[in-house]
């Protein structure tokens, strides 16, 4: 029997919630902020939460200053690539793991995620090496390459939690109507894994976009994306930081208008599971 819940527990549950919310939301909400001052406002002491001079000159002088779009264009060619062949390589990869499972499973999940714990700059100069050789640096391709490396023992990892969740009789039963290998991961397995396989691609392709090391590293001009994009306003003159905030926000747009749209289609598949 479920336990009520008093009036007073859930408002304060609730405030809770919000003021966490706020606090996740607020450095966005600065930053942003920011970008409609001036140079001199942006650095006020005490800082200015209103009446200060709006403006929408920093976004003037950083679309004049630098091509946005093709730092954008970088970005969402790195991002979706690497996202995407990271799913092409961990779906059977997570599929072998889950359903054909072998005494050294567990130890080869254990090692793919151990390796998230080294360092990046532990391996720049090799990879760096590497680059030089094959002549991948500054080129999407090879920035595609190491973000999905990167990314992918998260990936195969999450895959593999969601495909265990997924009963093998099913899978058995397709087999014995005569479905192949490749009809049973793309027939039956990833139309019942299809809600997991969309927040791991969400998530990966977060992390990509997000991802600053490598593409500081490995790209100069053609293939630098947004991180890139914001890094050069950080000059040894100073920080510019109305300018900085307008570049980071211009940066941030997709991925808010992206999270948006992923809530409202999520609200709206559960509102007609409901329905249904």
């Known amino acids: 029997m479920a336990r009520a819940v008093t009036t ?3 408002i304060a549950t609730t405030a809770l919630a919000w003021a966490i919310g706020l606090l996740i939301f607020f450095p966005i909400f600065w930053t942003i902020l920011t970008s409609f001052k001036t140079e001199a406002q942006a650095i006020n002491n005490p800082p200015l939460f209103w009446g200060f001079d709006f403006t929408l000159e920093n976004y003037a002088v950083v679309q004049e200053r630098s091509d946005y779009m093709r730092f954008l264009w970088n970005s969402v060619i790195i991002a979706g690539g690497s996202t995407l062949l990271g799913i092409l390589v961990a779906v059977p990869a997570a599929w072998s793991m889950a359903f054909v499972p072998s005494r050294r499973t567990k130890d080869i999940l254990l ?74 991961i793309l027939y039956v397995l990833t139309p019942m894994a299809i809600p997991g396989i969309a927040s791991t691609v969400l998530l990966n392709f977060i992390l990509a976009w997000n991802e600053a090391f490598w593409t500081l590293n490995l790209t100069a001009a053609s293939a630098a994306p947004l991180t890139a994009f914001i890094a050069s306003y950080s000059s040894p ?3 510019f930081f109305a300018k900085l905030s307008a570049a980071s926000t211009m940066a941030i747009a997709p991925i808010l208008i992206l999270g948006w749209f992923s809530q409202k289609q999520l609200v709206r598949g559960l509102t007609f599971g409901a329905v249904k």
């Not at 720049?124 to 190491?146: A, H, K, N």
């Not at 265990?164 to 009789?169: G, H, L, S, T, V």
């Open 237 to 239: 003159e100073g920080l």
């Open 111 to 184: 090692w793919m995620l151990s390796t998230k714990m080294l360092p990046a700059v532990g391996v720049l100069y090799p990879i760096s090496l590497i680059f030089v050789e094959l002549g991948l640096l500054d080129t999407r391709g090879g920035l595609i390459v190491v973000l999905m490396l990167i990314n992918l023992p998260i990936i195969v990892w999450m895959l593999y939690t969601y495909f265990r969740e997924i009963p093998a009789e099913i899978l058995e039963a397709a087999r014995m109507d005569g479905a192949t290998l490749k009809a049973e």
């Open 8 to 10: 007073r527990r859930k």
